[in-house]
């Protein structure tokens, strides 16, 4: 994907994971606001989009997520996604840890924002 492409915004129906092959990517939370808060950058060899999967996310995306080089990723649908951590209770255990973790980051976000 080129620089400055929007994969997907915050609010968005999780429909895909992503890993990333090369280039970089930024997460963000609020993209209509006059200055967005970055939460992470991501490279090679990291993954994004697992959270809207998540039963406390209900589907949705809690981020937004743009290329700020150009990146290849690797795609894991939606359904295979689903799956995966419905068969292992571990990796479920262990995303929805980091969900939480997260949660709580862009609560202090919104709460430092207002």
Not at 39 to 59: S, V
Not at 80 to 108: C, D, M, P, W, Y
């Amino acid at each position: 994907m080129p620089v400055n492409t929007l994969i997907f915004s915050e609010g968005d129906q999780a429909d895909n994971m992503y890993f990333i092959a090369t280039g970089l990517i930024q997460v963000f939370m609020g993209k209509d606001r006059a200055q967005p808060q970055e939460l992470a950058r991501l490279a090679e060899g990291d993954y994004f989009g697992d959270q809207g999967f998540l039963a406390m996310n209900k589907g949705v995306r809690t981020a937004s997520v743009q290329t700020l080089e150009p990146t290849r990723e690797l795609l894991v649908s939606g359904k295979t996604f689903k799956k995966v951590i419905a068969k292992s209770t571990k990796l479920n255990t262990r995303l929805e840890s980091i969900g939480k973790e997260q949660q709580e980051i862009r609560k202090n976000t919104r709460n430092y924002n207002c």
